[in-house]
């Protein structure tokens, strides 16, 4: 925790920032979401949030300072913990139902990712299917019927605050979704690590190491990127020196400040790419209704070893910049497993209840995941089942 190249006074961990986008960090900042709205010509927002955040005390205040602003807002949080594309059929309706002109997305994963595909759905004709991110599909949405978003996350892993796609789950195919966007990146991101000191320690330890993730994979992906690979080894340390303390101490809000921070650091990379972690969570996700931060934290050593040969010269670079004695992939493996211990992390998939039955569905699913692209060498679709397989069973 006393690493000389961290401030460590919540007074100095303020700023404005405007990449990748309008960034305004620092505890208490809730409190300018009135002024942001109206920067943005919002005077009607639909405040977008998932089911489990409705009567958390941040929620109401934000309803309070824009009624108290003399504005009108609508909260609609029909939204499950993996958003549907009948949540956002549902959203894109009140949004339209109630004349709003912005949406506020607030939350995790789900409450991000849900307001920022309302606000993409808000006007168009094409099904949300449509703009999966596949080729250009993208350019089939009319830039002129997306509203504005302001972003407020709750925790701090996903980075969806300053991401440029939802995850959307479709039931009928039982397939998560990404859907692309250039404008779902919100306008403005309301980062106030107030709200998240409440956070139970297990989800903290799961969004902030799937923030790591972010930063892991985005690192080791192929493709000439400085700004990305800076961006990700910082994010790393960060969270390697952070994490522990916003595990143990979720009041601390220095810790909570740099966390915030390190997990919009991971999003950004991770324009980058992602890679074999990724692909093999987001298809359990979508089967099992897991946790996405937990599947990932749980997958990476399995993953790791698999890329060992393409990735052993940048993970031992990692370990230099991070801090680990021993800076070779051996030394990197042997503080992820001692860090995913002191998480409270379990070592396998079966400890939360998944079995291999499904692996060759998951194989195959696994490789036809858009994160596949990211991975530093291509692995078949037998080679991700075998993957999930020992991340099932335990085998290193
Ligand atoms: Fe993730």
Redesign the pocket.
């Given at each position: 925790m006393e690493n000389p190249l961290d401030l460590t006074s919540i007074d100095a961990l303020q700023g404005n920032w405007n990449y990748p986008t309008t960034i305004r960090m620092g505890c208490g900042r809730l409190n300018e979401l009135p002024f942001v709205c109206k920067s943005l010509g919002i005077r009607n927002p639909l405040l977008v949030t998932d089911a489990g955040l409705v009567g958390m005390t941040f929620v109401e205040r934000a309803v309070e300072l824009i009624k108290a602003e003399g504005m009108s807002v609508t909260l609609f949080s029909d939204v499950k913990s993996n958003p549907t594309g009948e949540n956002i059929e549902q959203g894109v309706q009140v949004y339209k139902n109630g004349e709003h002109d912005g949406v506020i997305a607030l939350g995790g994963g789900s409450g991000l990712d849900a307001g920022k595909a309302i606000a993409l759905m808000s006007g168009q004709t094409h099904s949300i299917w449509d703009l999966e991110d596949i080729g250009s599909n993208w350019l089939r949405a009319d830039p002129a019927g997306i509203a504005p978003i302001i972003a407020i996350p709750t925790t701090s892993g996903?980075g969806s605050e300053v991401g440029r796609a939802s995850v959307i789950l479709d039931e009928g195919a039982h397939v998560k979704k990404i859907i692309f966007h250039p404008s779902l990146m919100p306008k403005v991101v309301l980062a106030d690590p107030e709200i998240v000191s409440g956070l139970p320690a297990n989800l903290t330890a799961a969004t902030g190491l799937?923030a790591f993730?972010?930063c892991l994979e985005a690192y080791c992906a192929p493709g000439y990127h400085p700004l990305a690979d800076g961006i990700a080894l910082e994010g790393m340390r960060l969270i390697k020196t952070w994490l522990p303390e916003a595990v143990s101490n979720g009041n601390n809000l220095t810790a909570r400040s740099h966390m915030m921070v390190a997990s919009s650091m991971g999003a950004t990379a991770f324009q980058k790419g992602l890679g074999g972690v990724?692909a093999l969570a987001h298809p359990l996700g979508a089967l099992y209704d897991a946790h996405?931060?937990l599947l990932?934290a749980i997958l990476l050593p399995y993953v790791l070893v698999r890329n060992r040969e393409a990735i052993e010269g940048r993970i031992a670079h990692v370990a230099t910049c991070i801090g680990i004695k021993e800076t070779t992939f051996d030394g990197f493996m042997a503080w992820l497993a001692h860090f995913r211990e002191q998480l409270n992390i379990p070592d396998t998939l079966a400890e939360i209840g998944i079995t291999a039955e499904d692996s060759e569905k998951v194989g195959r699913m696994a490789f036809d995941d858009p994160s596949a692209s990211g991975n530093p060498i291509e692995l078949s679709a037998e080679e991700y089942a075998l993957s999930f397989r020992n991340a099932v069973d335990g085998i290193l």
């Open positions: 996903t799937d993730i972010h990724h996405h931060g990932n």
